[in-house]
């Protein structure tokens, strides 16, 4: 039973050619979430949808953009990846946002940059 | 400052020792605390939430001390399907944060037969 689904589960592109990551889930929550992971390092949140609220975190660069085009799908867009943006990329979802609820999350993409 | 901050380890310990991992956070409006698994090359899964009076799940149990600003988890009777990356996670304060996470950077436990 597939709750939130990552595509590809790997990703490779070339310098400077945007690439799209997509997020799909069954759960029905309102909010998902995107964050990178570097090797060794901590999962960082790039932003969240609240339904189709959007909400940038204050340092993510302005070479990732995200689409939520309806509920159950969430798009991560980068429109110019650098050698430095080559990470694990993970979804999750959580129902409402409040405090004390679990984020699921997807089994993510890892994106390698040549 | 981290926000969150652990000792990366890694820890090495036989099945069935015991093992405790510690956490600080800055944020002393932090209201959520969680522990998260992660194995090698995968997603990060829930292990347990951390409450006030502390939690048990069967070999893992929980502390928070929010005088001292510290999370603890201690997990007895170490299995080899332990190995994983321990994050800690906070969920800051209140208003319209929507559940945003702040994880610690995780500490590495391998458990050897």
């Known amino acids: 039973d597939a709750m939130v689904i990552q595509n590809p589960r790997y990703q490779v592109t070339q310098f400077g050619k945007p690439v799209t990551l997509s997020c799909s889930q069954t759960l029905n929550h309102n909010v998902m979430y995107w964050y990178q992971q570097k090797s060794s390092q901590a999962p960082k949140l790039l932003f969240h949808?609240?339904?189709?609220?959007?909400?940038n975190e204050a340092d993510t660069p302005d070479n990732f953009q995200s689409r939520r085009p309806n509920t159950s799908f969430c798009f991560l867009d980068i429109r110019s990846p650098g050698l430095g943006d080559a990470a694990m990329y993970l979804c999750?979802?959580?129902?409402?946002?409040?405090?004390?609820?679990?984020?699921?999350f997807g089994p993510g993409t890892r994106l390698l940059v040549l | 400052r981290k926000e969150v901050e652990q000792d990366p380890g890694p820890f090495n310990v036989p099945e069935g020792a015991t093992v405790a991992f510690n956490c600080t956070y800055s944020n002393s409006a932090s209201q959520s605390f969680f522990w998260y698994r992660q194995d090698c090359r995968k997603e990060p899964k829930l292990l347990m939430s951390v409450y006030s009076s502390g939690n048990e799940d069967g070999r893992f149990t929980a502390q928070l001390n929010r005088a001292s600003q510290y999370i603890s988890l201690l997990i007895r009777d170490s299995k080899l399907s332990d190995s994983a990356t321990y994050l800690c996670?906070?969920?800051?304060?209140?208003?319209?944060?929507?559940?945003?996470?702040?994880f610690g950077q995780g500490t590495i436990l391998t458990v050897h037969p």
């Open positions: 996670v906070v969920n800051p304060a209140g208003g319209t944060s929507y559940g945003k996470l702040t």
């Open positions: 949808y609240y339904d189709k609220d959007f909400n």
């Open positions: 999750a979802t959580s129902r409402d946002g409040t405090r004390q609820e679990t984020q699921y």
